[in-house]
């Protein structure tokens, strides 16, 4: 055998060696991460959880601060009107908050202060201010609680809906006459003038309430019929006395319905974003349409989107 030949097999049987070592370090370290229990992916796929992760805070933090957002009405000493009234027991209301915590200085002062400033909702009161603004939606004087659907023969009367017949936190009948749960509330029921419209802000409430839905059912903020709905009409009416712009009564109202069902407008925001559009930039009135905040607009949003993972919200009871 000549020497060249000899060379060149000489080296073939070297490079054979090096991919075979090659081999051998590669499967090594594959059992080295699957005994570790990361396998060949496993810092792809938790850097993939943590990323998932990340992406969830952002987007509960765009639509429910966790530092709260200031409502543009001040609360002043409706919370002491509606107790003298008896639309609130107090101490029906202190009862069913000791069993949750209690009632921390900032809720004492809404329900029993006559100087409050501007209501803020935040994630740990948003159940709290719900149930304010049911009791003044509940109790305020109105026409849309007088003439519109609530008061439609068809239903039977307006007490036999879970805004009316739900709300278990009144102090019953004014002139002290033994009555069902259901008529304690009845007997509030747009008998109060806490609130006193002008008819250009009543207009605005109606046209404005028309056009805000909930996702707990399909009807809109007109048709009051659940507490979401009663409580954020008492919110329309506190922003038109307070002479709050149309514009703005949509932005507050999709602020404070987010923090009421928050896994429904992470949901939407989800959506939105897999459509190209930034939730900052779309129109509040547009997301509180039927086609997005109603029940049945928003099971359809759902059914194209994954679970967003955040639980809260959308009870009908106190």
């Known amino acids: 055998m000549s020497l060249v030949k000899l060379m060149k097999k000489t080296k073939l049987k070297q490079t054979e060696i090096l991919l075979l070592a090659l081999i051998a370090v590669i499967a090594l370290l594959y059992v080295f991460e699957t005994l570790a229990g990361k396998g060949i992916q496993g810092g792809l796929a938790v850097k993939s959880d943590k990323t998932e992760k990340i992406s969830e805070e952002n987007y509960e933090q765009k639509i429910i601060p966790k530092d709260g957002v200031v409502l543009p009405v001040k609360w002043r000493n409706l919370g002491t009107q509606m107790t003298k009234a008896g639309v609130i027991d107090k101490s029906k209301m202190e009862e069913l908050y ?56 068809k239903y039977g009367g307006a007490g036999n809906f879970a805004s009316t017949g739900g709300w278990t936190l009144a102090r019953g009948n004014p002139e002290g006459e033994q009555t069902p749960y259901r ?23 109606e046209k404005v309430s028309k056009g805000i839905y909930r996702p707990c059912c399909g009807n809109s903020t007109y048709f009051p019929d ?17 002479r709050v712009s149309e514009d703005e009564m949509y932005k507050t109202a999709l ?6 069902f928050p ?9 939105l974003k897999s459509q190209g559009k930034n939730w900052d930039k779309i129109d509040p009135k547009e997301i509180l349409g039927f086609d997005y905040s109603s029940g049945a607009g928003f099971q359809k949003v759902r059914s194209k989107v994954e679970n967003t993972g955040f639980k809260g919200g959308g009870s009908c009871g106190v």
């Not at 159940?127 to 008061?151: D, T």
């Not at 008529?183 to 409430?205: D, N, W």
């Not at 992470?266 to 959506?271: F, L, M, S």
């Open 98 to 153: 000791a069993s949750r915590g209690g009632l921390n200085d900032e809720e004492k002062k809404l329900l029993e202060g006559i100087d409050n400033g501007n209501l803020k909702i935040t994630r740990e009161n948003s159940s709290f201010v719900l149930n304010l603004l049911w009791a003044l939606g509940l109790g305020n004087k109105n026409e849309i609680l007088e003439n519109g659907p609530m008061s439609d023969k």
């Open 226 to 242: 659940c507490n979401h709905g009663m409580a954020m009409l008492g919110l329309l009416e506190l922003m038109a006395s307070q």
């Open 255 to 260: 602020a404070v319905n987010s923090y009421w």
């Open 183 to 205: 008529a304690g509330a009845m007997s509030h029921y747009s008998k109060h003038r806490f609130i006193v419209l002008t008819p250009e802000q009543q207009a605005l409430v």
């Open 263 to 271: 896994d429904t407008y992470i949901t939407i925001a989800k959506y």
